[in-house]
C-alpha cells in the first residue's frame, strides 16, 4: 500500500490532482489507514498513470472515464476506444487549424507594425478595431 505522497511520485500527478480525480470518480475512494490516511494499491498507481496519459493526450474526464469503463473488459472489441480517439483526434486537427490561422493573424499584425508609439501601433489599432484586421487581408 501506498500512501497520497508515494503515489503522486510515482505518476507524476500532484496530490490535489489525485483527490480531484477521486471526487470526479475517475479514482475510486481510497482506503484508510488507522490513522485516516488515504493508501492506494498497485492497480490504483496504475489507474492514476492511464488517467495522467490520457489527460497528457487531452482527452477531457468523461472520456477518460469511458475509457477506463472500456479497460475493464479486456475480452470486448476495441470499437468504443477507437471512436473516442478518433473524435479526440478530429478536434485536436481542428484546433491546429484554428492555431494556424491564429498564426497566420499574428504575424500580419506584427508585420504591419512599423509605428513608433502607440498611437500609431498597427498591432493596437488591429485589436481595438476587429474589422480593420478581416478588411485589410
Do not use: W
Not at 55 to 78: K, N, W
Amino acid at each position: 500500500m501506498f500512501s497520497i505522497g508515494e503515489v503522486s511520485r510515482r505518476t507524476g500527478v500532484k496530490v490535489p490532482t489525485i483527490r480531484y480525480y477521486e471526487q470526479m470518480g475517475l479514482m475510486t475512494p481510497s482506503e484508510r489507514s488507522e490513522g485516516n490516511q488515504r493508501r492506494y494499491g498497485r492497480g490504483d498507481v496504475e489507474r492514476l498513470t492511464f488517467i495522467r496519459h490520457a489527460r497528457d493526450l487531452g482527452f477531457e474526464i468523461d472520456r477518460i472515464r469511458e475509457l477506463l469503463a472500456l479497460s475493464q473488459h479486456p475480452d470486448a472489441p476495441c470499437e468504443g476506444a477507437d471512436r473516442i480517439a478518433g473524435a479526440h483526434l478530429t478536434e485536436v486537427r481542428q484546433k491546429i487549424e484554428q492555431l494556424k490561422r491564429l498564426e497566420a493573424e499574428l504575424e500580419r499584425i506584427v508585420s504591419h507594425c512599423g509605428g513608433h508609439t502607440v498611437e500609431d501601433c498597427y498591432v493596437i489599432r488591429a485589436l481595438s478595431d476587429h474589422g480593420l484586421c478581416e478588411h485589410e487581408h
